[in-house]
């Protein structure tokens, strides 16, 4: 059985065409594992922040026992930040604002925590004290590179997966865009701590 010239060019097309299909659906793939990489990163910076805390709060109880109010919101706010975890499968805009915010509201309060060493002298100069919070500017740091590196891996994912013809791939198998870290509510003024 001999083929036409028409059929070998249609064969030779689906074939093209499903090797293009293929390429696409795997540069997606791998786009997509970059992306929930990168949002694991995030969470785990997030995770130390909240393993330095309880030590924090233990050294500054022992210079300032009376500021219960403060340990409480910090120990609160350290639960419901550990509460709150992000699916890479589906991270929702809500999702996002309602981890972000609860992550916002532990940095708050551990800023009023970081703020009482004014207040004891014994405190400021605490060789612990000192450690803690300097690993916990480390960590602010490595949260705020982390973020950085997540919205840019997610912004090369939603160009990829935008473009056309992959879109059409895109659409055909479910990859949708992804949302952002955005900067936190009120992150344009200067936080003021008062007593």
Do not use: C
């Not at 990829?160 to 895109?170: D, E, T, V």
């Amino acid at each position: 059985m001999k083929l036409s010239k028409g059929t070998i060019g249609i064969i030779a097309a689906v074939v093209i065409i499903g090797a293009w299909a293929a390429s696409a659906y795997n540069s997606m793939v791998s786009e997509q594992e970059k992306a929930t990489t990168a949002l694991a990163n995030v969470q785990s910076a997030y995770q130390r922040r909240a393993d330095l805390i309880p030590n924090l709060v233990e050294v500054v109880k022992g210079y300032a026992s009376h500021e219960k109010e403060t340990f409480e919101s910090v120990v609160a706010a350290r639960s419901k930040a550990t509460s709150i975890t992000l699916d890479p499968s589906n991270i929702t805009p809500e999702k996002l604002k309602e981890f972000q915010q609860a992550q916002g509201e532990l940095g708050s309060a551990l800023g009023k925590l970081i703020a009482i060493q004014e207040n004891y002298p014994e405190l400021k100069a605490n060789e612990n004290f000192r450690d803690l919070q300097v690993q916990l500017e480390g960590t602010e740091n490595r949260i705020n590179e982390a973020r950085n590196t997540f919205n840019g891996v997610i912004q090369n994912y939603n160009t990829y997966i935008r473009k056309f013809p992959k879109n059409l791939i895109a659409g055909i198998f479910g990859f949708n865009t992804m949302e952002k870290f955005q900067a936190d509510a009120g992150a344009e003024k200067a936080p003021q701590v008062k007593f």
